[in-house]
Structures are given as C-alpha cells and as structure tokens.
C-alpha cells in the first residue's frame, strides 16, 4: 500500500507521511495523543532517512502496544529527531484496521514538487 506525506517543509512532509501510515494501523478518530515517544534516526540521504522514520514508528508503536495519532520531527544533516503522541492499545476504543509490517523501499522517494512542496513517499507492506 502507498503512503504518501505532502508539506511546506521537508519535515512536514515526514510528519503527514507518518500519519497516512497511522490512518493505514487505526481509526485515527479513536486515538488520543496521550503519551509521547521519542525517535532518533540517522541516514545519509532523504529517502532512507524516511524509512528509517517510519520503521523506527512501526518498532516503537510494536515494542509498546500503542497507536500512534500525532508526529513532529526535526531534520538535520542527516539526523531525525522526532515525536509521536498515542495511547496504549485498547480494544475496547480504538478501531484497528491493517497492520502495518514495515516500510519498503519501494516507489520510495522524497522530493520537493514544481510548487515547492516536498513530498515523501514510498510503498508499505501490510
């Protein structure tokens, strides 16, 4: 499944790719940005850079049971440094839809468009 994240800044780009993950994971109407979570990533380029920043998401969001409805992140020389908001996962509130294995580098890219926005894209395996 494609996700793809638009924005003024590459950043925002990150962030709005993250979500159109998340809205892939839950029903983001369900979730509440409860508790936040910090993400460290480093990758010389852009792209992998973005991956890098989903799949880090997708472990954290794994390894602590939650979901995740809200992001910020910053970038820098190659390092992201990074926030997603979420709660625990509970059955009984929140819709879940597809689990959301990893992100590929498939039709991966990051790019800004003829109007200046920058665009993050790439393919997710459910």
């Given at each position: 499944m494609g996700i793809r994240g638009v924005g003024p800044t590459v950043e925002a780009a990150f962030e709005q790719a993250a979500m159109a993950m998340a809205a892939i994971v839950a029903d983001l109407s369900t979730v509440e940005p409860c508790e936040p979570v910090e993400v460290y990533c480093s990758q010389p380029e852009l792209d992998l850079l973005l991956v890098d920043w989903l799949n880090s998401l997708l472990y954290q969001a794994a390894i602590?049971?939650?979901?995740?409805?809200?992001?910020?992140?910053?970038?820098?020389?190659?390092?992201?440094?990074?926030?997603?908001?979420?709660?625990?996962?509970?059955?009984?509130?929140?819709?879940?839809?597809?689990?959301?294995?990893?992100?590929t580098l498939a039709c991966l890219d990051v790019y800004q468009d003829e109007k200046g926005r920058w665009v993050a894209q790439c393919i997710v395996d459910v």
């Amino acid at each position: 499944m494609g996700i793809r994240g638009v924005g003024p800044t590459v950043e925002a780009a990150f962030e709005q790719a993250a979500m159109a993950m998340a809205a892939i994971v839950a029903d983001l109407s369900t979730v509440e940005p409860c508790e936040p979570v910090e993400v460290y990533c480093s990758q010389p380029e852009l792209d992998l850079l973005l991956v890098d920043w989903l799949n880090s998401l997708l472990y954290q969001a794994a390894i602590r049971r939650m979901v995740f409805c809200k992001f910020n992140c910053q970038i820098s020389n190659g390092q992201l440094s990074g926030k997603a908001w979420g709660e625990p996962i509970d059955p009984a509130k929140h819709v879940l839809l597809v689990e959301v294995k990893a992100a590929t580098l498939a039709c991966l890219d990051v790019y800004q468009d003829e109007k200046g926005r920058w665009v993050a894209q790439c393919i997710v395996d459910v």
